[in-house]
């Protein structure tokens, strides 16, 4: 059985479920929520369900149901690699089964077919300023490729059909899917690397064709393997997720969808903080002339960044309430790296993970004083000659991309409703607070 029809049975199984929940059952109480979470971003308010992944707060992320070292370990690995393809994980988000070697080599094949970046996405990419940053080229790159959207044109043709158009989006997700490594990686050239491109390698999968293409090292295929997996889910409520979900929701195609979550990506709450995180450790190894700081020297510095009213970027995290689990896949791939392991920025970035807690929780502010994925992503990326640290958003972003399509085809699949959440007036909210 096909990727398509494996994931049309989980489908046809899954919808009865939804359909009970919501006919028998609607008027269960889920939660109730504050004052606080309202004005607070909805923190903690559960309006979203998913099934691809769970971020338990003091476990972090499960995949499927998988830990991170578990998922690593279950899925097909690339010949002569330690790491899975990405197209392996693609299947797993999608239907929750672990593939089989040839499961994940009908996505390597399928996502080869499509990897074609067409030539007028080229010519809006060179058309735009050269120093527009690369996630602003990322997101109108996707958006450009709307005109192809297999779910909007039938749509507009009159084919819209609830329980079928799950299809069209599944279609449109692969395609979209198959260009970002591409697109990516042409984003990277040109804007790095004096405009001189390198065409894809047919007998490289996806993780390790994009280590190719911005002309990295065979080293490199593996992190860039490991970090789009690191990178693609966790949950629905993170500022990127929610949005591809939100504008999806409207019934927008996924290009419309992914563009507009990649724009949230690009913030620096979010995902942008790795290149801040980069930016701040740069800057402070360089005024140390390179040399790693002392314990008391990084206090001051850390204290220095609190103080002048700025986040310590790369630590806390909205719902996770302890070190952030793709943060310690990370150590651990530098601790096993020869080479990396006494990197001084590595150097320097393991001694913040042991001073920056204790300074978070003396300010008191944040709630979870420990590092998150971006504190650790960046590292890698210098060691391996990756040094425009503005480009790291994008690999986040093609990282994403995996964990909210296949978010957006499952929306489809089970006709999740268009978003629209309610507001009031703040006079409203002081009158339930009974001050007025
Ligand atoms: N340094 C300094 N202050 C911090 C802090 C940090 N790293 N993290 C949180 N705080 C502060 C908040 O700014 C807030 O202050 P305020 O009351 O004056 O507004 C207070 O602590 C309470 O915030 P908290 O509830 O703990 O955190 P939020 O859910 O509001 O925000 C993020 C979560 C991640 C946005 C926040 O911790 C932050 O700004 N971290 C630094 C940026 C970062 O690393 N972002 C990446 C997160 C992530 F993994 C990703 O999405 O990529």
């Known amino acids: 059985m096909g990727l398509k029809d494996v994931l049309k049975k989980k489908i046809d199984e899954q919808r009865p479920r939804t359909t009970k929940l919501v006919k028998e059952f609607g008027d269960v109480k889920v939660g109730e929520y504050t004052i606080a979470q309202t004005i607070g971003g909805g923190r903690g308010i559960k309006s979203l369900v998913t099934d691809i992944s769970y971020l338990d707060p003091m476990e972090g992320i499960r995949f499927r149901g998988m830990t991170i070292p578990e998922t690593f370990a279950a899925l097909p690995k690339v010949p002569g690699s330690d790491y899975p393809y990405v197209e392996g994980f693609w299947y797993l988000l999608l239907t929750g089964d672990v593939p089989t070697v040839e499961q994940t080599q009908e996505v390597v094949d399928m996502w080869k077919e499509y990897a074609q970046v067409p030539q007028y996405v080229i010519d809006i990419l060179r058309a735009m300023p050269r120093d527009s940053h690369p996630m602003a080229m990322f997101s109108a790159a996707i958006v450009a490729m709307q005109r192809e959207s297999i779910f909007a044109k039938n749509y507009s043709e009159g084919k819209f059909n609830k329980m079928t158009c799950w299809e069209d989006m599944y279609e449109d997700c692969n395609i979209l899917m ?111 002339g390179g040399e790693v700081p002392t314990k008391e020297g990084l ?118 409703a268009i978003e629209r959440p309610k507001s009031v007036t703040t006079a409203m909210l002081e009158e339930v607070a009974g001050i007025k």
């Open 178 to 288: 198959a260009r970002l490594a591409p697109i990516g990686a042409y984003i990277y050239r040109m804007k790095y690397k004096g405009d001189t491109h390198i065409p894809a390698d047919p007998s490289l999968d996806f993780g390790a064709n994009f280590a190719h293409m911005i002309g990295q090292s065979k080293e490199y295929m593996d992190v860039a393997r490991m970090y789009f997996i690191l990178h693609s889910d966790h949950e629905s409520g993170n500022v990127s997720a929610h949005t591809t979900h939100l504008v999806a929701s409207a019934l927008s195609d996924a290009y419309y969808s992914l563009s507009a979550g990649i724009n949230g990506l690009a913030g620096p709450l979010h995902g942008l903080a790795n290149e801040e995180v980069l930016r701040w450790t740069q800057n402070f190894l360089e005024k140390l």
């Open 299 to 416: 206090e001051k510095a850390l204290w220095d960044t609190l103080n002048s009213g700025q986040v310590i970027p790369g630590y806390g995290h909205a719902v996770l309430r302890k070190t952030d689990p793709r943060y310690t896949s990370q150590r651990e791939f530098c601790l096993n790296t020869p080479g990396l392991k006494d990197y001084p920025l590595f150097k320097l970035v393991a001694l913040i993970f042991e001073v920056a807690p204790d300074v978070l929780l003396k300010h008191g502010k944040a709630k979870n004083p420990w590092p998150n994925v971006d504190a650790q992503s960046g590292v890698i990326q210098w060691y391996y000659g990756v040094t425009q640290y503005e480009f790291y958003t994008v690999l986040f972003g093609i990282g994403r991309a995996l964990g909210v399509l296949a978010n957006i085809t499952w929306d489809r699949a089970l006709g999740y």
